[in-house]
């Protein structure tokens, strides 16, 4: 599956446009980890608790966009976008997003 935030890929014409496909994620960390990374605010300095918890759920958000597209029978997702949203404090939704399409080969 190519995976590209363009609107095209190079190279090869797009056959057929299945549409949005999308995926997307809740994640929250434990009491513990929340506990760390708030000691860590007040100390300054990155938040690595959380910046692992979103590297993750971005992770997560476009592998259930790509199964999402491999169903539709797509080779490709292009023009993909992230959306970040605040849930609740230490939660975080990760959204993934982009068209599923099919290339000339």
């Known amino acids: 599956m190519i995976i590209v935030n363009t609107d095209f890929v190079l190279g090869k014409e797009i056959t057929k446009m299945f ?7 809740v994640q929250a960390k434990s009491i513990g980890k929340d506990i760390k990374a708030g000691l860590r605010n007040i100390a300054g300095g990155e938040i690595t608790e ?7 759920a971005r992770e997560i958000a476009l592998k259930r966009m790509e199964e999402k ?4 029978g797509a080779d490709a997702v292009i023009n993909v976008r992230f959306m970040t949203s605040s849930i609740m404090g230490g939660a975080a939704e990760i959204l993934a997003y982009g068209t599923a399409v099919n290339l000339k080969l």
Request: proline share 0%.
């Open 19 to 25: 549409g949005l496909v999308r995926g997307n994620t």
């Open 50 to 56: 959380y910046t692992d918890m979103l590297a993750e």
């Open 69 to 72: 597209a491999e169903k539709l």
